[in-house]
């Protein structure tokens, strides 16, 4: 293995609640009705898809879909920067495969404009190679498109690199694009994807340990 492409909401920091507080802002403030039902169904999307999702039930006036979503990403970047938000383990985790020789990406469902706020709360640019954001792709995931967009940056191919991943839709697009997967279920209890193992802290890995061949759960 070469390198390790992480997801970043819910692997390098626990944003979901940023996404939900800034969407209910909002989408609230031009009349959407934003239910935990709803929520439920965008929480895989993309901010464009998101911000289609509910301005086709609850269309709004005087402001188009693409200025929402911008101030929707950013009331979320406003918060990463006020809340504490990171990942415990994440930067001591990625300067240990640093100095392993793993080359480390970043592949994400999120906008492009998200990932430098990220990076810098976390205190990482400097160890991260590349950056892939759905914002550029055809499809986000669950399709593996940000994940064949990172293995073309980091020039490797996919039984080269490890995915982590806190999602079900992360998972089949890494799985898809041909990764070996470890999810990381910390904050998410509804993991049904296979993966090639299962940790709920960076410090429960330990890639010297890996088996070689089949998948197995822990």
């Not at 390198?3 to 909002?26: P, T």
């Not at 402001?63 to 994440?90: F, Y």
């Amino acid at each position: 293995m070469k390198a390790i492409i992480f997801d970043m909401d819910g692997v390098i920091v626990d944003s979901e609640k940023l996404w939900s507080q800034a969407e209910r802002e909002v989408f609230g403030s031009l009349g959407v009705q934003v239910t935990n039902d709803l929520s439920r169904l965008t929480q895989s999307m993309t901010t464009t898809e998101v911000t289609k999702f509910w301005y086709e039930r609850f269309p709004w006036l005087h402001k188009s879909e693409e200025e929402v979503e911008q101030m929707v990403i950013a009331r979320v970047i406003q918060l990463i920067n006020e809340e504490d938000c990171v990942i415990s383990g994440i930067k001591n985790f990625m300067e240990k495969i640093t100095k392993e020789g793993f080359k480390i990406g970043v592949a994400t469902n999120s906008p492009y404009s998200v990932i430098p706020a990220v990076l810098r709360k976390a205190n990482i640019s400097h160890l991260v190679d590349t950056i892939s954001s759905a914002e550029f792709e055809e499809n986000g995931k669950p399709q593996p498109d940000v994940y064949l967009n990172a293995l073309k940056k980091l020039n490797l191919t996919a039984d080269q690199c490890i995915a982590i991943e806190d999602s079900n839709s992360g998972i089949r697009a890494a799985k898809t694009a041909g990764l070996k997967v470890i999810a990381f279920s910390k904050y998410s209890s509804m993991i049904v994807e296979e993966t090639y193992l299962e940790v709920q802290s960076f410090e429960d890995i330990d890639f010297k340990l890996l088996p070689s061949s089949s998948p197995a759960r822990t």
